[in-house]
């Protein structure tokens, strides 16, 4: 029993946030390469657990993409 909670604490510590990993403090909505390696291929922000980024920098990447978004530099949506 101790074996499969070890198994579990192992693969939750190799996921670890891009952002964190990079050092990148602040997601800036002007860096539209890095906002569209968090985007789907029909424009959607891709859920947390598929991106593996950790809920703190989750928030500040959504409301980045939204800000590009208003600003006409990532689309809303793709056909």
Known sequence: MNTHNEQKNAARKE??????MNN????DYKD???????????????PRKRSKVCMWHQRRLESAIKRA??????????R
């Open 32 to 46: 539209t390469n890095l906002l569209r390696r968090f985007l789907s291929s029909f424009a959607k922000i891709v």
């Open 24 to 27: 990148i403090s602040d997601v």
């Open 15 to 20: 996921r670890q946030c891009y952002f964190c």
């Open 69 to 78: 978004r208003i600003m006409a530099l990532v689309p809303f949506v793709q």
